[in-house]
Structures are given as structure tokens and as C-alpha cells.
């Protein structure tokens, strides 16, 4: 025998941050809309949403951290597209934005969601923003979900 506890996907009574950068907003904007809709879905009511813009996945992490302290929200969730092109620009902000959610959730106990989209080429992308691969706001929204749950019952 053993306990094992399980998050359910119940958006009814649950509050969520979402940042969501600027940068690739063509992107973004689909993530965002895969998220919200992942919510309705799951019975959330979008007045319990607070979405805040920062210019870049880069700024993300600050942003995530202060709303996760302020204690308001069940969880937040991080969402941004950086497309690696021809620049080493791509390596630094990709791992300062990984490192930054994964620091923001440790240090507030808050689950922060790393919906954050780190691919080679836009078509790519394009690919997990509501295309052939899916929409990765709406699984980053299913991560909050589950997290928040799991987060409540421990
Ligand atoms: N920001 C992104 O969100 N995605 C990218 O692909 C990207 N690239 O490739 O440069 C990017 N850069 C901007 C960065 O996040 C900051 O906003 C900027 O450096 C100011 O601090």
C-alpha cells in the first residue's frame, strides 16, 4: 500500500499570472491565446487571470519571481518564443530565462511555468504555437493546473 497524491486539472477557484513577452509576438500571442483557452476549458474563470508584457524572454524571470512573492496567485506562467537565427544572442538569453523560472518557483514556493518556446528555426516555432506540434501555451497552462493542485495538497 501507499499514498500517492495526484493534481487534477481543475481551473474553478484558481488565480494565474501570466508573462508573456513582447519579443516574437507573433508567437506569443498564440501561446497566450492556447493558455487562456486551456483555462475556460478547464473551468477557470478569465477574471482570475493577470497577464503582464515584458519586452523580452530575458526580462521574464524578474517579472515571474515578484508576482510568485506576492502570494496572490496559485501559479505563473512563463511564456516566450527565442529562436535561435544566426546570433550567440539566442544561448545567453535561453539560459538565463531557464535558470531565472526555475529560481523564481524555488525561491517563492509558487510553481512558476516554464512555457518558454527555446527552437532553432521560426518554422519550428511556428510548429508549437497551435500548428503540427500542438500549442505549448496550452501545455504550459496544464502544467500550471496540475502544479497548483499538486502545490495546495502538500
Ligand atoms: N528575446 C526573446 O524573447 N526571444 C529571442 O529570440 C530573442 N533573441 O533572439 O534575441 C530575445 N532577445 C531579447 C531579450 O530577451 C531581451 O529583451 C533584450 O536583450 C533586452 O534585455
Redesign the pocket.
Known amino acids: 500500500m501507499y499514498t500517492e497524491i495526484i493534481g487534477t486539472l481543475d481551473g474553478q477557484e484558481k488565480r494565474f499570472a501570466i508573462v508573456v513577452?513582447r519579443?516574437?509576438d507573433f508567437i506569443t500571442a498564440r501561446l497566450l491565446e492556447g493558455a487562456l483557452d486551456c483555462f475556460t476549458r478547464h473551468g477557470g474563470d478569465g477574471k482570475n487571470i493577470t497577464v503582464v508584457r515584458?519586452?523580452?524572454?530575458?526580462?521574464i524571470p524578474p517579472i515571474a519571481a515578484k508576482l510568485a512573492k506576492t502570494g496572490r496567485y496559485d501559479a505563473v506562467i512563463c511564456l516566450?518564443?527565442?529562436?535561435?537565427?544566426a546570433?550567440p544572442?539566442?544561448e545567453y538569453?535561453a539560459a538565463e530565462?531557464a535558470k531565472g523560472v526555475a529560481q523564481a518557483a524555488l525561491a517563492s514556493g509558487v510553481p512558476v511555468i516554464f512555457g518558454?518556446l527555446t527552437t532553432e528555426t521560426i518554422e519550428q516555432a511556428v510548429e508549437r504555437a497551435g500548428t503540427k506540434s500542438g500549442n505549448k501555451g496550452w501545455d504550459a497552462m496544464i502544467s500550471a493546473l496540475e502544479m497548483a493542485d499538486l502545490s495546495k495538497k502538500i
Open positions: 513577452s519579443f516574437n515584458v519586452p523580452g524572454s530575458f526580462e516566450g518564443a527565442i529562436i535561435r537565427g546570433t544572442h539566442f538569453v530565462a518558454i
